[in-house]
């Protein structure tokens, strides 16, 4: 590891020379939300709710607003604000065209729970194009991608304008650890020392993170930013919960006090890999940092459509490293760190000679060999209240949540599939709730139509009732067509993506058309049914199911077996097919 301390700049410097400040003054306060009260309502996402909250502390200085169109466009293309100022990142409000916004009023800006947070002033109302910002900013248009599938959702105008704080999103969770730039640098200040370097994260962290921070912090005789990310992360990811008092405990018990500051960055990543890692840095800046570890994929979402990772390893520390000198920031490498188990100790991977003994632990091995078994972490790889909180945490795999997706076309077998696999869960003790398609649109999704965005809503309905049901650790089967392929993407991101099995009841469309004793494929062809799938629109084909069925040489019973013996094979059933039937 090598770092350099001759790129040090003053402490309690933002990134852009100043921090904004939004918050309306306290006397004025009584008015502005008299004033708000009469105004037309925005509910915004809660990436949104994070953004206005990341504005108003000044984390993202110099921006101070959801950019205008001269902004986003030169930073979607340039990677810089209009003025030239380097910032990778678009931040940006969108709004659907009938939101019933209009330039030159303001509206009241309200989170999920209608909690009034701020008003803004429209200045700009300009349309954006999701495409090209995939291609653009992220690198990919891959719906696999969280960010590419999420925004399919996003209104197509984007909303800018000043902003009037009224009060900042409420958080009750480690309050002593939330802090703003400002009071961050206060308290790096407070340490006497000119050198911080800062460590992004959004996972546990292990003995490697714990000797590459230590290790980074002596090299500069500098003090650690531990700052984790407690918005939104990559679906899937531990709950920051639960990492926060995994860091709070390593913090407390492992760190040199003197040496180590934790606090907590409500950010909503973007999971953007380069791009992103160069927004963290500024972030980090703006916080106080001189220093910015980068890792391996930093930011990466994994692996794309294809099996390919969708950034290469080491991009994001070639974009930083780039750029360190215009933001102040020096890269610091994260090595390789290994277990040299006849030493005791842990060693960056280059260091270490031809031949020598060395161990290490994946993280599937984590989910998979320990965490899925019930086997606590051996303490070379964690600490032992790391390994006791992760497992309080995270039970077995067969006590896990467990989402079962049956998709294809209306009589495919799906549902007839659906009933005998529910009876052979409830054999091996798993209770299991069912959520059929056309009964969910009986009760959950009564007045919806068949128009796409219909079909979609009627999907998400039922996807998020299921990503509840699986949160807390139940079993929940969907059999629903589900005909859009970016649609049931975005089930699986809703959800562990290793919790989540999309079943491709493969049956085809004369066969379905044979099983139909209502008629419904008949009517379709006659056009008495608009819109029907796999007639008059179009039915997308899983392109990496989980698995495949083949409803015409084999019985429902022989596939609900099928489905049995791959849950029991990733770990989700204890379940024999030699005792458990034929």
């Not at 979402?301 to 994001?316: E, I, L, N, R, V």
């Not at 909180?389 to 077998?413: D, F, K, N, Q, V």
């Not at 009564?446 to 509840?468: C, H, M, Q, Y």
């Amino acid at each position: 590891m090598q770092t350099t301390a001759s790129a040090t700049t003053t402490l309690i410097a933002p990134y852009g020379g100043r921090l904004v400040d939004l918050m309306v003054p306290q006397e004025e306060l009584a008015e502005a939300r008299e004033y708000a009260s009469t105004l037309p309502s925005l509910q915004i996402s809660p990436r949104a709710v994070c953004d206005l909250e990341m504005l108003a502390s000044g984390a993202f200085s110099p921006v101070d607003r959801f950019m205008g169109e001269a902004d986003f466009r030169r930073v979607t293309h340039e990677m810089r604000l209009a003025d030239g100022t380097l910032f990778p990142m678009p931040i940006t409000l969108p709004v659907a065209a009938d939101a019933g916004l209009r330039v030159g009023t303001d509206v009241a800006l309200r989170d999920s729970m209608n909690d009034l947070l701020a008003i803004m002033t429209i200045e700009e109302l300009y349309p954006w194009d999701p495409a090209d910002f995939a291609e653009r900013v992220l690198g990919t248009q891959d719906a696999k991608h969280p960010l590419v599938n999420e925004m399919s959702r996003w209104g197509r105008l984007n909303a800018s304008g000043p902003i009037r704080m009224l009060q900042m999103p409420r958080h009750y969770d480690f309050q002593d650890l939330r802090r703003t730039p400002a009071e961050v640098r206060e308290v790096l200040a407070l340490t006497g020392r000119q050198n911080v370097v800062a460590f992004q994260t959004r996972n546990p962290l292990h003995r490697a993170h714990e000797e590459l921070t230590k290790r980074a912090t002596a090299s500069v005789d500098g003090v650690l930013l531990l700052h984790p990310v407690v918005g939104m992360t990559k679906p899937g990811d531990v709950d920051h919960y639960t990492r926060v008092r995994t860091y709070k405990a390593l913090a407390e018990n492992h760190y040199d006090p003197d040496r180590i500051v934790l606090s907590l960055l409500p950010l909503a990543m973007r999971m953007a890999g380069p791009r992103e890692a160069l927004w963290h840095a500024i972030i980090r800046r703006n916080h106080g940092a001189n220093h910015f570890i980068v890792g391996r994929d930093h930011a990466g979402p994994g692996k794309d459509s294809t099996g390919k990772p969708f950034y290469g390893p080491y991009d994001a520390q070639q974009v930083v490293k780039e750029h360190e000198d215009e933001i102040g920031v020096r890269m610091v490498p994260f090595s390789e760190m290994l277990y040299l188990p006849d030493e005791d100790r842990y060693e960056e991977a280059d260091n270490i000679p031809e031949g020598t003994r060395t161990a290490a632990i994946s993280g599937t091995q984590v989910r998979e060999e320990f965490l899925a078994k019930g086997r606590l972490l051996p303490a070379w790889f964690t600490r032992p209240e790391t390994a006791e909180i992760l497992a309080e945490a995270y039970p077995p795999r067969h006590r896990e949540g467990l989402c079962i997706w049956l998709t294809g076309l209306s009589g495919s077998g799906k549902s007839t599939t659906a009933a005998v696999l529910s009876v052979l869960l409830l054999e091996a003790g798993r209770q299991v709730t069912e959520l059929d398609g056309d009964v969910v649109r009986t009760h959950l999704s009564k007045g919806l139509g068949f128009s796409r965005e219909d079909r979609d809503t009627n999907i998400l309905r039922i996807g998020f009732v299921a990503s509840e049901i699986v949160r807390h650790g139940g079993t929940v089967m969907c059999a629903a067509v589900s005909p859009y392929r970016g649609t049931r993407d975005a089930v699986r991101a809703m959800m562990d993506e290793d919790q989540f099995i999309e079943v491709f009841v493969d049956t085809p469309l004369s066969v379905c058309e044979q099983r139909d004793v209502k008629g419904m494929y008949a009517k379709a062809r006659r056009g008495e049914i608009k819109e029907f799938t796999g007639i008059s629109d179009p039915y997308e084909t899983p392109l990496n199911p989980e698995i495949t069925l083949n409803t015409v040489d084999c019985s429902p019973e022989e596939n609900a077996r099928r489905i049995m013996a791959e849950l029991a094979e990733r770990g989700f059933v204890r379940w024999d097919p030699g005792t458990n039937g034929k």
